[in-house]
């Protein structure tokens, strides 16, 4: 059987996978490269949050994959099932093989529905929502307004996720909306299966702070086990004393955010790390085993936020060092471990959190951004998705402009930004 070659396939037509494909093209308009994802339709995914607090319309976040895909570049339509990086080759759904000279992984992140008892049965109805899927979003927004008191719930799930901020954001976006309406919950719980607010406890005070202005509470090493639906009974799971312990939470309106992990095809190859996201250099985003194999994005192992704002930072590296591997030279551009996320705390402001690798605060403006702000707002509302469709997208690169700053470690006063 006849295998079809690119010199360039790239996995994923996300945010990573098209902003590479874009950003080689304008580097070398000859490229051979291949997208591989069955996907009709591409999602920005960062106004979700937006959508879910009705700020956004969830029309607008869609696009047609086919019309985002570089011109000329190969389109194929089909899922990945294996990888055979000793032969240079992927396998797709129909057992069809594809080899390549350089593969760039771009899968994303695999959300794990099933991972919680009742979940997949439980959603869109009977108060149970999710801002991390297109059709829930608007769900959220009717719950949030249809809500008359009782206990809302917001979930996090142990473990790395896209977007670590967006849990939090459901939050307070609700509770603005509530407080506003002259609505009074009986509770407000954040329970995170995790054991911090926030990764970067420089930003993780001031969160902290955000959570009690809307009295609401939080639940640290929480994870939910299951839902039963039909008696709005969350369960959740914590280790105490080196026992498990569960815990029935009622619940009138449950946002969840499900486990998450790299998908199946990568973990279970020999590409991943133990983790399962795919082994790269945290600086060069080059295979430490495989040198034609680059990744970046969610489905990486790089230590970061998994976030759109990693992606711009990272793609720019990828393609320099990739085009330099083509060739034959030395992958030099280095990766910072920079990335963003916009903490949506009201309707109208967002604390920016701006950070590197190991937790290195880095601001684009010499600021302290744990004070929430309006620009910062207009920049999540407006600027970014315009920025995302025209130039992301489009390989239109602009330089990392974030430098290490430091700011004293005591909250800054909340002010009117």
């Given at each position: ?117 009742g979940l997949p049965e439980a959603l869109g ?211 910072s471990g920079y990335t963003a996320c916009p ?28 004070t929430p702000r309006k620009f910062y707002w ?40």
């Amino acid at each position: 059987m006849s295998v079809q070659k690119h010199t360039v396939v790239i996995i994923g037509g996300g945010t990573a996978g098209i902003s590479v494909a874009a950003g080689l093209r304008r580097k070398q308009p000859n490229l051979d490269i291949a997208i591989v994802d069955p996907a009709e339709s591409h999602y920005y995914q960062p106004a979700w949050t937006l959508v879910g607090g009705g700020e956004y319309n969830a029309a607008d976040t869609r696009r047609s994959l086919k019309g985002l895909i570089p011109q000329n570049a190969t389109h194929l339509a089909k899922a990945v099932s294996a990888f055979i990086p000793e032969e240079n080759q992927i396998e797709l759904a129909d057992g069809q093989r594809v080899g390549y000279d350089f593969l760039v992984v771009a899968a994303g992140i695999q959300l794990n529905w099933g991972a919680i008892k009742g979940l997949p049965e439980a959603l869109g109805k009977n108060g149970v929502t999710s801002n991390y899927r297109y059709d829930l979003a608007p769900y959220t927004w009717e719950l949030v307004k249809s809500f008359k008191g009782g206990n809302a719930v917001f979930t996090q799930p142990v473990g790395a996720i896209k977007c670590a901020g967006a849990p939090q954001k459901a939050m307070y976006l609700s509770a603005q909306h509530w407080r506003d309406s002259g609505i009074k919950a009986d509770t407000i719980q954040f329970r995170n299966g995790g054991a911090v607010l926030f990764s970067v406890p420089f930003y993780a005070k001031a969160l902290a702070r955000i959570v009690d202005s809307y009295g609401a509470k939080a639940y640290l090493g929480d994870a939910l086990i299951e839902i039963r639906a039909d008696e709005k009974i969350a369960v959740f799971e914590r280790v105490k004393d080196g026992e498990k312990v569960q815990e029935e939470v009622a619940y009138d309106l449950l946002h969840v955010v499900p486990p998450q992990s790299a998908p199946d095809v990568i973990r279970n190859s020999t590409l991943a790390n133990a983790e399962g996201w795919v082994d790269v250099n945290k600086n060069t985003l080059r295979h430490v085993r495989y040198n034609n194999i680059f990744s970046l994005g969610d489905c990486s192992s790089l230590p970061t936020s998994k976030t759109a704002a990693a992606v711009k930072a990272q793609a720019p590296i990828l393609v320099k060092n990739l085009l330099s591997a083509l060739q034959g030279q030395e992958t030099i551009a280095s990766y910072s471990g920079y990335t963003a996320c916009p903490v949506t705390t009201s309707h109208g402001k967002v604390m920016l959190a701006e950070f590197k690798y190991d937790g290195k605060v880095a601001t684009t403006l010499p600021i302290d951004s744990r004070t929430p702000r309006k620009f910062y707002w207009w920049l999540k509302r407006s600027f970014l998705p315009w920025f995302y469709w025209n130039l992301l997208l489009k390989g239109h690169y602009v330089p990392e402009l974030a430098k290490d700053r430091n700011f004293p470690e005591s909250l800054p006063s909340p002010i009117e930004a």
